[in-house]
T-cell receptor, first 116, second 113 residues
Framework: EAGVTQFPSHSVIEKGQTVTLRCDPISGHDNLYWYRRVMGKEIKFLLHFVKESKQDESGMPNNRFLAERTGGTYSTLKVQPAELEDSGVYFC??????????????FGPGTRLTVL | GESVGLHLPTLSVQEGDNSIINCAYSNSASDYFIWYKQESGKGPQFIIDIRSNMDKRQGQRVTVLLNKTVKHLSLQIAATQPGDSAVYFCAEIRRGGRRALTFGSGTRLQVQP
């Protein structure tokens, strides 16, 4: 079974440009999460999709970040315009079950974003 | 790797010894705890989890202990191997329906051959 995949693995852009990150969850997983680690900080939650719906977007830092999951399969995270402080590693995770109890979140390898 | 710029406490052990990695959590409303392992260039990899109605859970070579009284979580790795070298994170999910993981800052485990 393929794991969570993310594209690109690295992205270097200039301040003010736009970048779109993609995540393909494990097939059949309804839950999809975005997290990020910026320099010197812990991994922080950004948002959670259940299928195509945003279940929790409390971690999104500001309106320069837009996440979508059209069709409930892969997801994109767009940063527009990118700022220097957006540099870091962006992780995607997916999990299978819905219901009351949380289940294991499986992480992708991350996309390293560098904003110059 | 992703840890550049992130100053982590480091635990250095000899191959074959047992390792104990500790984590303190702050929210007494957390009811699900997970340990993740992250190797350089990779995403966090699930190791073991424990729910708040338990105080111990064992896996293959790993044991997680939960002390809710002092809000402390530990990961014990038996017979540590060079392949165990990585950064280890504890994470928690807080009661109330949200699924967001709250991560700790991590501990780097270095296994000396």
């Amino acid at each position: 079974e393929a794991g969570v995949t993310q594209f690109p693995s690295h992205s270097v852009i200039e301040k003010g440009q736009t970048v779109t990150l993609r995540c393909d969850p494990i097939s059949g997983h309804d839950n999809l999460y975005w997290y990020r680690r910026v320099m010197g900080k812990e991994i922080k939650f950004l948002l959670h999709f259940v299928k195509e719906s945003k279940q929790d977007e409390s971690g999104m830092p500001n309106n320069r970040f837009l996440a979508e999951r059209t069709g409930g399969t892969y997801s994109t995270l767009k940063v527009q315009p990118a700022e220097l402080e957006d540099s870091g590693v962006y992780f995607c995770a997916s999990s299978h079950r819905q219901g009351v109890m949380p289940d294991t979140q499986y992480f992708g390898p991350g996309t390293r974003l560098t904003v110059l | 790797g992703e840890s550049v710029g992130l100053h982590l406490p480091t635990l250095s052990v000899q191959e074959g010894d047992n390792s104990i990695i500790n984590c303190a959590y702050s929210n007494s409303a957390s009811d699900y705890f997970i340990w993740y392992k992250q190797e350089s260039g990779k995403g966090p990899q699930f190791i073991i989890d424990i729910r708040s109605n338990m105080d111990k859970r064992q896996g293959q070579r790993v044991t997680v202990l939960l002390n809710k009284t002092v809000k402390h979580l530990s990961l014990q790795i038996a017979a540590t191997q060079p392949g165990d070298s990585a950064v280890y994170f504890c994470a928690e999910i807080r009661r109330g329906g949200r699924r967001a993981l709250t991560f700790g800052s991590g501990t780097r485990l270095q296994v000396q051959p």
